[in-house]
């Protein structure tokens, strides 16, 4: 009897629930990388209607919010990249990569956010539609916290900026 507590009270420190991390419980959180591309000074998600969404509901398309300030030449050709980390797992309370196989790299930034980037101060609305990645849909888990790593490249350039967003999301 001993060993079947210990066991489980080894099962639940090991692979206890972990808390939510930087508040994504009840709000988004982001930040950017330093670029020469673009400056990031708020970022928040609405639903197609024009509605604040919290939490991010990926079954239907979201419009990642961002305004940002670009600092160089006009961005006639942009390269979308997303990469998708998940928080807590077998692995301890840490971001985990999650899988895409490349289905969600080299995509045209363009097709997703008006072209060109002008120079100067605006706002970027960036239509994301994952129902046409629903293979990495069904990986994730419902209302569980998990990191979008968001980099558009300036293809005349190769300037790029990224912006991590850490969220919880709904499946």
């Known amino acids: ?18 808390d939510w ?18 400056t990031v000074y708020a970022a928040h998600a609405e639903d197609l209607n024009g509605n604040f969404e919290y939490p991010i ?7 990642a919010v961002l305004n940002v300030t670009n600092g160089g030449p006009a961005a006639n050709k942009v390269q979308l990249d997303i990469s998708i980390m998940e928080y807590g797992g077998f692995t301890g309370c840490q971001w985990n990569n999650v899988p895409t196989f ?8 363009c097709e997703y956010a008006a072209c060109p980037i002008p120079p100067g101060n605006q706002i970027i609305k960036l239509k994301i539609d994952f129902s046409q990645f629903q293979n ?9 916290p998990y990191q979008l790593d968001i980099k558009l490249t300036n293809k005349d350039t190769n300037v790029e900026v990224t912006a991590h967003v850490q969220a919880k999301v709904i499946t």
Not at 1 to 18: D, E, H, K, Q
Not at 21 to 38: E, M
């Open 1 to 18: 009897m001993l060993r079947i507590f210990l066991a489980a009270s080894f099962f639940t420190v090991v692979f206890g629930a972990c």
């Open 21 to 38: 991390p930087n508040g994504t419980d009840t709000a988004l959180h982001w930040w950017q990388d330093p670029s020469q591309f673009c």
């Open 57 to 63: 509901n990926l079954t239907r398309p979201v419009v």
């Open 102 to 109: 490349g289905l969600l790299s080299g995509l045209n930034g």
């Open 136 to 144: 990495i849909i069904n990986l994730l888990n419902d209302h569980t």
